[in-house]
């Protein structure tokens, strides 16, 4: 698990979208595809070599990234198409995102092998051979005095690695595909990672645990960086995973402030919709789970949940998901109200939200979709030091229920905490899974009538939004600090009409 570590990738994907931010500021056109081509030899030079086997070939992956970044799609491997080919269609301050969003690039792809178990040179061929006596397939022989594991037989069920005491056979695992909870990663004809779009859900845990950066997402910070230097009227709503995100002294005031010097006119906290989405949804479980009417009730904030869930029920169970808007849905409608003609921008630690985003059944009264990784990218393509700005005023007075909603089990405890407020005399039952194998495993119960009853979250990413696909910081120091952040709120549940008062 990679998730905060500063690797070389992770450094090299932020010099990316820092160059191509600071081009959709400047916002020349007459240069741009100049200044694109010669990226790549910026990025890759003999001042770089150390990490790289291949100049031209990471030359080629850099270009690539360089498209997603800028929203475009990959090139086709089997026809020329130049690097900036589609720029002028995209270069549009209105451009969304186009399917699919994540994706493997086949040239940083190096081809890792499905899982399976391999004997490795720490094999003593001892008497006892146990890796042979263990396996139930008979897929163990003895070569030359060494275990061989034929891999015909095998159903990598890892009973010879636990039983030999030399730990002399390896788990293979290609890392996207362990990462993937819904077994979307599968192999092309050259044995390189291929992303099932049919199956995928667009958390981005694939992306982050490529220990090649193979697996990118597109964004949207030229088209933004764009708009802002425009100077349109673009608000901010960025979710309550910040904390932490841009420094350890990075405060919301810093924060608030950095983002005006961006080009931001004003800046809204997220965990406002996810106080809507608390009030919400503590009034549906008493309405229609307590009633009878559902066997229980399915959280929404998670786009890449939410999806996995749909694909488990059939259309007329649906009411199973909670048809409360996201945070992310609910804070743009109530910006909209004060500012109809503003563009709305999500900032967060979430790829799925770039999913979200594109739905067409809920309208999202969202222009641009950026991550915190990205979000830093732009800060630093414009040179702006978080450390040098305050604000006179933080964001508006979110409580800790709603900004609880950014770790793992947040959401499920920030119902409760309002059903306990609202409903004294209700009895709540809750149940939370994070990582999609484990939300999986929940729905089956679920589906089985196990948790009829039921307040059931489900979280994509294991330990929550804190440890999004587009996070800057480890997840454990991420949670202290959220966790911080909650406890220092003056306000801890918010008031029982707020959903009416903020959407009516």
Not at 444 to 471: N, Q, S, V
């Amino acid at each position: 698990m990679m998730r905060g570590l500063e690797t070389e990738f992770r450094k090299d994907r932020r010099k990316i979208y820092a160059e191509i931010a600071r081009l959709g500021f400047e916002g020349n056109a007459e240069t741009i595809s100049d200044d694109l081509e010669a990226l790549p030899y910026e990025l890759v030079n003999e001042d770089t070599v150390e990490f790289r086997e291949d100049v031209s070939r990471s030359r080629s992956i850099v270009r690539e990234r360089i498209r997603l970044a800028m929203g475009l799609a990959m090139r086709p491997e089997d026809r020329p198409v130049h690097l900036t080919a589609g720029l002028n269609k995209d270069n549009i301050y209105e451009k969304k995102y186009e399917w699919p969003l994540v994706q493997v690039i086949p040239s940083a792809c190096v081809s890792c092998e499905p899982k399976g178990y391999k004997v490795n040179n720490m094999c003593k061929g001892c008497f006892a051979h146990p890796c042979m006596e263990v396996c139930p397939k008979e897929a163990i022989s003895i070569r030359k005095w060494r275990s061989h594991i034929d891999q015909d037989k095998c159903i990598k069920c890892g009973k010879c690695r636990n039983a030999c005491p030399y730990e002399a056979i390896s788990k293979k695992v290609r890392p996207c595909a362990e990462a993937c909870g819904v077994g979307a990663i599968e192999s092309d004809k050259y044995g390189r990672a291929h992303i099932n779009q049919s199956k995928c859900v667009s958390c981005g845990m694939c992306m982050v645990n490529c220990p090649f950066g193979a697996i990118s997402d597109k964004s949207q910070i030229f088209q933004l960086s764009g708009a802002l230097a425009a100077g349109d009227n673009i608000i901010a709503e960025i979710a309550p995973a910040f904390v932490g995100q841009f420094g350890d002294n990075i405060g919301p005031r810093n924060l608030k402030a950095a983002l005006r010097e961006l080009g931001f006119s004003e800046v809204y906290e997220v965990a406002l919709g996810a106080d809507i989405g608390a009030v919400t949804e503590a009034h549906h479980y008493v309405d229609k789970v307590v009633t009878g009417e559902l066997a229980f009730l399915l959280t929404s904030c998670c786009p890449s949940w939410a999806m996995l869930a749909r694909r488990y029920f059939p259309e007329e169970q649906m009411g199973q998901v909670s048809q409360a808007l996201t945070p992310m849905v609910a804070t743009a409608r109530s910006i909209k109200k004060e500012h109809p003609n503003a563009k709305i921008v999500f900032i967060g630690p979430c790829a799925s939200k770039k999913y979200e985003f594109l739905r067409t059944k809920v309208r999202s009264d969202v222009d641009f979709v950026i991550t915190f990784e990205e979000l830093q990218a732009m800060f630093d393509g414009k040179g702006i030091d978080l450390t040098k700005f305050e604000a006179e005023s933080s964001f508006h007075n979110a409580t800790g229920a709603g900004r609880g909603y950014a770790v793992a089990g947040g959401v499920s405890k920030a119902i409760e905490k309002c059903l306990n407020e609202y409903y004294p005399d209700v009895e709540v039952k809750i149940e939370h899974a994070e990582g999609l194998a484990e939300c999986k495993k929940m729905l089956a119960l679920a589906k089985a009538g196990r948790l009829d009853g039921f307040l059931i979250e489900g979280m994509a990413c294991p330990g929550g939004c804190i440890a999004g696909a587009g996070t800057n910081l480890p997840i454990k120091k991420a949670e202290k600090a959220l966790n911080d952040f909650v406890k220092a709120s003056s306000k801890q549940l918010p008031p029982k009409e707020l959903a009416e008062i903020e959407l009516k």
